[in-house]
């Protein structure tokens, strides 16, 4: 039986990783002066590539740290740390600084970089899907939480097809202050990451 509480906190945590509102800004000022259309298509090809890398890593992902020799308790206290750090940049807006930096070939798919990697499926979001994974217990479960990773995936489609009206409703104050929010979320999920993963090595 597969709890509703590990469901919901599970598409919260990437939701909150992947964090749509706050990609809604840089969607516009890589993709200005492009028609609606092409930018349509430039965030449909980046949604279905980061699903497939994200999909790659959940099924995987677990089995590469087992040949490499990364336990999963280890590897849930070195995501949470990660995520941690994630949240900090949201709570102190130096993700959206440092996602304005990223620089571009003007020769190559804006769809693969930066949108897809590493802003959609970036290392906390491969880090936390493999950590979802790793808490599943069976194939059902699994299979629910790559659903919940496409669904979190197809989400942040809607809001970068309607990037333009939400940061027009939201403006730059509202766009700050659900970052701000949703960094705290995530901060707390970080900690129960770590807390497990402590458990798990049998520390506590």
Known sequence: MIETGFLISAFATLFVVIDPPGLVPLFIVLTQGISADHRRNLA???CIIAA???TLFGLLGEK??????????AFRITGGILLFITALDM???????????QKTDPDCDLSVFPLATPLI?????IATIILLVGKTENWIAT????????????TT????????????LLGRTGIVVINR??????ATLSVQFVIDGVKGAGLI
Do not use: D, N, W
């Open 64 to 73: 590469l740290l087992g040949l490499i020799g990364i336990s999963m308790p």
């Open 52 to 54: 497939i890398l994200l």
């Open 157 to 168: 489609f809607l809001f970068l097809l309607a990037a333009p009206r939400l940061e027009h």
């Open 181 to 186: 929010l949703l960094g705290i979320l995530l």
């Open 91 to 101: 709570l102190f807006e130096r993700q959206s600084q440092r996602r304005e930096e």
């Open 121 to 125: 499926a970036g290392p906390g979001t």
């Open 44 to 46: 449909k090809r980046a």
């Open 143 to 154: 299979a629910f939480v790559i659903g919940l990773m496409l669904a979190a995936i197809f």
